[in-house]
């Protein structure tokens, strides 16, 4: 599955990027507060035998998906609700450099 990437590991990199944008907005003018994040993803689901049975969710480019003639693959929304770990009660502010394009 070169083409996959799985679901744990793609959680942790959005994790890691929005701490990222979270750490570059600390002093920007103009912040966002991220009530929810909502993905949608192509996921395969991957069962082994050895040693034990695994589960594993493969995350897959919509693109890559109907070259994948072996592997079933099924349509996951994920909605999640960013938590600051220092403030637990507080909305996180996510803020990030602006976009070739954006006003």
């Given at each position: 599955?070169?083409?996959?990437?799985?679901?744990?590991d793609m959680i942790a990199q959005l994790r890691q990027e929005l701490s990222r944008a979270m750490s570059a907005g600390e002093d920007?003018?103009?912040?966002?507060k991220a009530e929810r994040v909502e993905l949608e993803l192509t996921v395969g689901v991957e069962r082994t035998h050895e040693p034990g049975v695994k589960v594993r969710f493969w995350v897959f480019?919509?693109?890559a998906t109907a070259k994948r003639s072996a592997t079933v693959t099924q349509k996951l929304?994920?909605?999640l609700q960013p938590v600051r770990t220092d403030a637990p009660d507080q909305m996180a502010l996510i803020s990030g450099d602006e976009l070739l394009g954006e006003d």
């Open positions: 599955m070169n083409d996959a990437v799985e679901l744990a920007a003018d103009l912040r966002f480019d919509a693109s929304t994920l909605t």
